[in-house]
């Protein structure tokens, strides 16, 4: 177990959930902490993103576990900060129930990416019901929060997220574009924190900013971290990189 332990999880698939896994892992290991990435989806994308990493990059330690119920045994050492990479569908197939379990047990914040199609809404809304009314979540209630994925200025969709949302009592704390720069930072194994230099990334901080805000508010009051006392700061583009963003524009 960590001292932070994050689950990133919705039933249905295509939400981006390991995209937001593997970029706060990388947030969190670039603040100078340790961070396990357990990928708990058969399908393995996160290990494959970290198969894709440089060793020049802040280490990430990898665990594949796509049998939630054997974390455990999977854990050989702690963390700083635990990140839980979820399988889609895993709390609506039955045969899935004991991993969805064995995730909410440890897990101390609960992160849920959705995007703003109908489809995605209505899903989204059936999953966060399950989710507050499933059993070990009950137990002892952990924080929600929604993050919206690829947003791409679909403002009828974002509106009616956000009228679920204040109906549900749980926040959306951050907002991701639909951009490229995902799809290139998961190529090269990285998180888009990392990619200072890239200005489409760049644009991208102050969300994750907020995301990383948003748990170590919500996490202090339950388990004693190692966080940093403030969101990370967006990085400064180089003298050479703003003289040569200048030369381009000119």
Known sequence: MADLNILVVNSKGGCGKTTVATNL????????????????????????W??????????????FCPDPKNI????????????????????????????????LKHS??????????????RAGEHFITQLMTQRVWRARPRPIAVVSNRVNGNLTGQQQLQHFLSCSN????????????YADAGDKGQGVMEM?????????FKAWRMLMGWIAQNAKNQIETR????????????ATTRSSEKQRKA
């Open 227 to 238: 966080l940093p006392a403030a969101p990370l700061a967006a990085p400064r583009a180089s």
């Open 196 to 204: 200072k230099h890239n200005r489409a990334a760049r644009k991208e």
């Open 25 to 48: 892992a990388t947030a969190y290991a670039n603040a100078g902490l340790s961070v396990g990435l357990y990928d708990c989806d058969p399908q393995a994308s996160a290990r494959h």
């Open 170 to 181: 749980v926040p959306a704390v951050a907002e991701f574009r639909e951009s490229p720069v």
């Open 50 to 63: 970290a198969e894709s990493r440089s060793e020049d990059l802040c280490p990430i330690d990898l665990r």
């Open 108 to 121: 101390d914040v609960i992160v849920v990416p959705m995007l703003s199609s109908a489809w995605d809404i």
């Open 72 to 103: 455990e045994s999977a854990n050989t050492r702690s963390y700083d900060v635990c990140v839980y990479d979820s399988a889609p569908g895993i709390s609506t197939k039955p045969a899935l129930q004991s991993e969805f379990e064995a995730l």
